[in-house]
């Protein structure tokens, strides 16, 4: 319920006719005027009254709602900010005022017994809160943005329950963080996991990185030191190929004097040697490559297997095939090029910047002068190449969505000739990447060119200042090729430092997505000590449950039913009266918002998933062909059963004859880019699927809405055998399915609006008869029955 506010708890402390502050139930505060403007009203709910606090004069200066508001340096000492004396302090404290004057609150309350309910209007971005007397009047209490209707929901329902004199379970605290960034004050992406993308320390992301490295540590231990290896060889080369060789073997001095061949055959050794271990390192990390791709998009996927249902209908199918496939791939380069690279050439530049030093420190440091501009350069760019990457992710995103959404529906693209607006919106959505991908990419051509030209740029300085001293005869030639050798040496390293910026973009804003995946809280999860049950009765009770997908916005309203193990419920009613939504809550795709239901005296929240999805078998309205086999969508409810009993199950559900018709019969390919079947034969298939999973509760949701009228009638015979001893709840449009219902409910609107029997429905002549006389008039226009 969150904190009432302290100004206001002194209002209430100094009104006689106010409660006390401890005895407050539920609160809410209302942001919005009747005319349209903003001010603050508090609506406050007691065990015996609703308390009105609000000052009608007192306008708010500013709102902030629950998207996006930034707080500047200036907003922060701007002269909205007020002084006010604190009674009892030596010292003036510095207050934002948002209120237009000191308000002049005012306490108005409402007996709760001469009150019939309450209720919210919804308007556009907004709602109203109304209150009706039992005389029948109603009163507008105050008006609210969209941003509270979810707690105004609350209070209409909390009061719902005191009316009816039912005690309040604990709720949860809805008020504790809130939903938007205390820093920045952007919506959180999601409400259970408090984590602002635009706050988030990049550092957090990359120790994290660190951490899932663990796995790898011995490949990458092992890579290192080959790198190390390579390079150390290397570092080698020069120092043969321009001291050894010009200074002593070419110019007659030193330990190799004369010696030419030596000179040569230890160059060519150590070529050898960086060879190898290059080839070593190269094969550890291919390998490497092809397991953190693995084991990353495996990562993400399964992540997104436990994830609830309510997640998928809000993505798109592009954005997480985006997801898997390019940010994992992405992320790769991290674990492979990444952690191994950067340690070795950051070790290669220390080593070969020691080594410069103590050739001639005044040489080396006037290699490093272009240094500082590009640490500034590399420093500016940073920031702009996260932001372009986010874009670009975002815009493909888009675009694979959209490929996705349209090949799904090719039956429908084709069916009204809208092949020319979807190439529209696919070339629309195509611009918009290929500019993000322009912008990345000017960003990327511009600067790393600049970058190598400063960094290059001290080799120049170090041919100008180095050969005058070989004319000066303070250095000799040699001497000065080895330097010159280490430099170039040195341009690679620094380049890919230089390099480190894009690739940090890339790997980050692709950590960053991933692990919104893998930090997203199912709005659907399993208790830490679930009930597990080996088996079920199959009762079910509902006990005065409402749901809705959207706040005030309820599909189910004080829905109760009560089916016995063994019994068959049918389920009657227009389209859209909440149904369908009825039996998702049964076998808990969705949690409901009030009431409870319970399986075998257990609340469905307090079971483990493993119970409710061995026990619970649905045959849905929408079915779905998976790509495989018909054996293989058959048995995917149970992969461990024999032939024979997919066979037996496809004979139950009268699919075995059009099955043994198909080329190869149940090893014929469906589901994408095999075989076509029709409405009904999947309708079939995915009855089979049920009956061979063989569950204690089963639910028909439109089992047979894909049928025509003579093989429904088949389907009903097969299965009014399967519904023998299970708990069966099966909803149709066709009142015919349920002619041997035990029992029936009628429901309009989301409210169970009449229950009984078939004779007892009809001799009531409500809705439900009314339905049986439009059913069996439309009977009688097709000639059936």
């Not at 709602?65 to 302090?89: E, H, L, M, P, Q």
């Not at 979810?150 to 009061?159: E, G, P, Y």
């Not at 150390?232 to 061949?261: C, K, M, S």
Request: hydrophobic share 45%.
């Amino acid at each position: 319920m969150g904190t009432i506010p302290n100004d206001i708890c002194e209002v209430l402390k100094q009104n006689e006719q106010a409660p006390a502050p401890e005895e407050i139930k539920y609160w809410l505060r209302c942001d919005r005027t009747l005319k349209g403007g903003f001010q603050h009203t508090y609506v406050l709910l007691t065990e015996k009254e609703l308390v009105l606090v609000h000052d009608p004069l007192t306008m708010l200066t500013e709102t902030t709602f629950t998207g996006y508001t930034a707080v500047t340096n200036k907003d922060k000492w701007s002269k909205r900010f007020i002084t006010r004396w604190n009674k009892g302090s030596k010292h003036n404290t510095v207050q934002k005022s948002i209120y237009s004057r000191d308000p002049d609150w005012k306490v108005e309350c409402l007996a709760a017994e001469q009150i019939e309910n309450v209720f919210i209007v919804n308007l556009v971005a907004a709602g109203l809160l109304v209150v009706k007397d039992l005389n029948g009047e109603e009163r507008t209490l105050a008006a609210f943005s969209n941003s509270q209707m979810k707690k105004a929901t609350r209070l209409v329902s909390q009061f719902e329950k005191l009316k009816r004199l039912e005690a309040s379970k604990e709720e949860r605290d809805e008020e504790k963080g809130a939903g938007t960034c205390p820093t920045c004050g952007m919506l959180y992406p999601q409400q259970e996991r408090k984590v602002c993308p635009k706050c988030m320390k990049k550092h957090a992301i990359f120790s994290r990185l660190l951490g899932l490295a663990g796995k790898y540590r011995v490949s990458i231990v092992f890579i290192v030191l080959f790198m190390l290896l390579n390079a150390g060889t290397g570092l080698a080369i020069p120092y043969l190929q321009g001291t050894v060789l010009f200074d002593q073997a070419l110019g007659g001095t030193g330990p190799f004097a004369g010696q030419i061949a030596l000179v040569i055959g230890l160059i060519i050794l150590f070529r050898t040697l960086s060879l190898v271990f290059g080839v070593l390192f190269g094969m550890i990390n291919a390998r490497l490559g092809a397991n953190v791709a693995f084991d990353l998009k495996s990562g993400v996927f399964t992540a997104m297997q436990r994830l609830s249902l309510s997640f998928f209908q809000k993505k798109q199918t592009g954005q997480l095939m985006t997801r898997v496939n390019n940010d994992a791939t992405e992320l790769q380069f991290f674990f492979v090029d990444g952690i191994s690279y950067f340690i070795v050439n950051a070790m290669n530049i220390v080593g070969i910047v020691i080594i410069l030093l103590l050739m001639d420190w005044k040489l080396t440091l006037l290699c490093f002068i272009p240094m500082p501009f590009v640490m500034i350069i590399i420093r500016q760019a940073f920031p702009k190449l996260w932001r372009l990457s986010w874009r670009r992710h975002r815009r493909v995103a888009v675009m694979n969505a959209i490929i996705s959404d349209t090949t799904r529906g090719t039956r429908v693209v084709k069916a009204f000739g809208k092949e020319r607006q979807e190439m529209d919106r696919f070339q629309h959505s195509n611009m918009a990447f290929a500019g993000a991908e322009q912008n990345f990419n000017k960003m990327n051509s511009t600067v790393f060119p600049i970058l190598t030209m400063l960094t290059q740029f001290g080799g120049l300085i170090i041919w100008a200042f180095g050969g005058a001293k070989v004319m000066q005869g303070e250095l000799t030639f040699g001497v000065l090729m080895t330097f010159i050798n280490y430099i170039f040496m040195l341009y690679g390293p620094i380049q890919f430092m230089n390099n480190i910026a894009g690739w940090w973009s890339y790997c980050m804003s692709a950590a960053q997505r991933i692990f919104e995946i893998q930090d997203a809280v199912p709005d659907v999860s399993e208790k830490k000590d679930a009930i597990h049950l080996e088996v079920i009765r199959g009762e079910i009770e509902v006990d005065d449950i409402s749901f809705g997908y959207e706040p005030n916005k309820m599909i189910l309203k004080q829905v109760t039913m009560h089916a016995r193990p063994g019994q068959m419920i049918g389920v009657v009613g227009h389209s859209g009266a909440g149904k369908s939504t009825l039996v998702n809550l049964i076998s808990r795709l969705y949690d409901v918002n009030e009431g409870e239901i319970r399986i075998d005296g257990h609340d469905v929240r307090d079971l483990s998933f493993d119970t409710l999805r061995s026990h619970i078998g649905i045959v849905s309205q929408e079915t779905y062909v998976f790509m495989g086999t018909i054996a293989e969508n058959i048995a995917y409810a149970n992969p461990d059963c024999t032939l024979a009993d997919i066979v037996h199950a496809a004979k139950i559900a009268k699919a075995h004859d059009f099955i043994e018709k198909l080329p190869d019969g149940y090893d014929t390919i469906v589901g994408t880019g095999g075989h076509s079947l029709s409405g009904g034969e999947k309708q079939r298939l995915s009855i089979a699927r049920a009956i061979l999973h063989n569950p204690s509760i089963l639910i028909l949701d439109e089992a047979t809405a894909s049928l025509d009228t003579e093989t429904e009638l088949q389907i009903q015979e097969a299965l009014e055998m399967l519904i023998q001893g299970r708990t069966t709840i099966a909803i149709a449009h066709r009142l015919s399915t349920l002619r041997n219902a035990d029992y029936l409910i009628v429901m309009d609107k989301g409210k169970v609006m009449e229950a009984g029997t078939h004779d007892e429905l009809m001799h009531l002549e409500g809705m439900y008869y009314e339905l049986v006389q439009k059913h069996d008039k439309a009977l009688q226009m097709r000639g059936v029955g």
